[in-house]
């Protein structure tokens, strides 16, 4: 089992740019995350899923997007790039809010 | 929603001494509590989670926890460090709005 697959692992933007990073997982799972980590600031929550067709906002959602049409795919979308948004971003799946988080290898995005 | 808080950003213990990060919970009783370590350029992965059962929880690699309500704290330890315990170590919180909140995360250095 492959668990949780980001893609892409490393991408360089300008600012003003925009991309998506894609999150997939093969559990089955119903809860879906997506954090962002910098150095000092743990880990802080973007946007998260509790199911397909559901997306709710978490600590620092401004200037991301998110989408779940499908139950394995979450998409994390960026439309308009800054600099503060150079971090690297983890992917988390869960089969409820109550158990594991099985995290993905994380993407690293710099914007320049 | 709840969140927690870590006291140390840096921790350094000599090997073969006690390990003792802490932890400190929002004040009202959180659903679960988790450690998770991450070890350099990798995700995240559970070290042990609370979810009422015992106040003393035991996860791997010889950690525990211990969840005192009265000090809302939940504190991971460890009998005797170990070189390849140095990690970077979070606590973290699942609220009851499906919300999995991270602390800032403590780095764990053992010293030789």
Known sequence: ???????????????????????????????????????????????????????????????YNVSRLKKQNFLLGLESAAPSQTSVYFCASTDSGANVLTFGAGSRLTVL | AQSVTQLGSHVSVSEGALVLLRCNYSSSVPPYLFWYVQYPNQGLQLLLKYTSAATLVKGINGFEAEFKKSETSFHLTKPSAHMSDAAEYFCAVGNRDDKIIFGKGTRLHILP
């Open chain 1, 1 to 63: 089992n492959a668990g949780v697959t980001q893609t892409p692992k490393f991408r360089v933007l300008k600012t003003g740019q925009s991309m998506t990073l894609l999150c997939a997982q093969d559990m089955n799972h119903e809860y879906m995350y997506w954090y962002r980590q910098d150095p000092g600031m743990g880990l802080r929550l973007i946007h998260y899923s509790v199911g397909e067709g559901t997306t709710a906002k978490g600590e620092v959602p401004d200037g």
